[in-house]
């Protein structure tokens, strides 16, 4: 078992950046891969970025590519999603998963809420 929590959301102007935050406790996180989700209003959840446990390998949202950057620190059992030139369209509750590869969310946290908004 693998518990998550979000935090670092919040609200930014457009252009700004905001750095998420992913805590996990319980299993060993190492063993993980773990991601980044986020979901808008009256849209399906979809992917952000993901990044193997041993974090040779991120893939991204082609929405997010060179503006947003998923990493990790195993000894701190963190992963983060710094996020720079955000926009209106970057809105919504970002969710942080872990699961047994890339694309295979097997946790999930609560979600932090990100709104980008002049």
């Known amino acids: 078992q693998v518990q998550l929590v979000e935090s670092g959301g919040g609200l930014v102007q457009p252009g700004g950046s905001l750095r998420l935050s992913c805590a996990a406790s319980?299993?060993?996180?190492?063993?993980?891969?773990m991601g980044w989700y986020r979901q808008a209003p009256g849209k399906q959840r979809e992917l952000v970025a993901v990044i193997s446990s041993s974090a040779r390998t991120t893939k991204y949202a082609d929405s997010v590519k060179d503006r947003f950057t998923i990493s990790r620190d195993n000894a701190k059992r963190t992963a983060y999603l710094q996020m720079n030139t955000l926009k209106p369209e970057d809105t919504a509750v970002y969710y942080c998963?872990?699961?047994?590869?890339?694309?295979?969310?097997?946790?999930w946290g609560r979600g932090t809420q990100v709104t980008v908004s002049s």
């Open positions: 998963s872990a699961g047994p590869s890339l694309l295979v969310a097997a946790y």
């Open positions: 319980g299993s060993i996180l190492s063993l993980y891969a």
